[in-house]
């Protein structure tokens, strides 16, 4: 599971750029006039190979006169209370500030670990402005600029303090590159997994918990939004034991407005983090939406196993192909992480349900999969001989050998001389002749190339 960092402060100080910065991209509007951000917004980020997600902020204010103020101070302390972090930022030209000083009364409060960090410092002349920050009582100040990323490097190595690894290492933490043999012994995870179910709301989800478990272990209602916590129910079928996870329907951001139906759907992303297999309920009446692509891609980028699940399908009229249209316009909508299961459902009618628990069975199985060295290699590297990377900028690229690592999910370290070189089109060549032949069905791959 990630942690979650929170980026907190008074108008126009730089949290979204310095939210920008932390997830890679531009997800949140920046404009120099106050108050752009006042909804929460969520991203996702990796530092040293700690994964984490992070939640920006509206600016907190007091007495403004804006009509939003309320709203937004609302949303801040809801960051707040779910954050494990709080990167608390500070204005290092305009100085400290009596509304700073009720930041951090309401810091203080919250006994959440919080970092000072004092944004737009862009020179070194500019260091010895932020010494008045010491005055809040909240420990060290970090000088950075975000727009820059001056200074980031080494705050986000003391927000990163504790973090899980992005990997987990099941015994030997070390690089596997260093070790070959180090494939052939790899051990596969013995605890009961985790099969969270996810979607939208009112896609049926309780009501597929029901059906499995044999009674009304869940409320069932027409309106969206009746599971506000994830429900965790233990499963045991045909001798296998496992975790069913209900969650609460995740909507898109802007649709969010009760404090509570945030608590839901981050503990919905908490739940989609944790697990092992997810299984994506999707409404056929509605068909496969922009929002389903966004909770798919979620799980995609947490690599966890993941079966689409089309339910309600007995109430749709169909024709020829009706099957066959929908399922190769899921497939197009996800590529190119198309080798997924795709069911469709009924869970009124219990229409393959139980096919449904033994194929997210099966992906966990895939997800689990352990190939040794020697193996590996005696299949690829024939493939690889025969169909070299093509030719880059007068470079030969020669790929030495392949290894699986010792990550929880599938993932592949081909060893070469020139990695650099290496396109994107031929690490989906790579990759789709491991899922043929080794049957990666449902379980997202990565694939790294390292220099000999």
Known sequence: MTNIIAIVGRPNVGKSTLFNRLCGGRNAIVDPVSGVTRDRHYGMGDWNGKSYSVIDTGGYVDNSGDIFEEEIKKQVRLAIDEADVILFILDAKEGLTPMDEDVAKMLRRSKKRVLVVANKVDSYKMVDEVHEFYRLGLGEVFSIASISGSGTGDLMDEVVKGFPDIVELPGNTSFPGDDPALADTLTIKTDPPNIAIVGRPNAGKSSLVNALLGNERNIVTPIPGTTRDSIHSHYQYFGL??????????????????????????RAIRSIESSDVCLLMVDAERGFEAQDLNIFSLIEKNHKGVVVLVNKWDLVEKGNNTHKDFEENIRNQIAPFRDVPILFISVISKQRIFKAVETAVQVYKNRSKKIGTSLLNDFILPIINGNPPPVSKGKYVKIKYAMQLPTVFPSFAFFCNHPQYIKEPYKRFLENKLREHYDFNGAPMEIYFRQK
């Open 241 to 266: 034991n496992f975790n069913l996870i209900d969650t609460a329907g995740i909507r898109k951001k802007a649709k969010v407005t009760e404090n509570i139906e945030f608590y839901s759907v981050m």
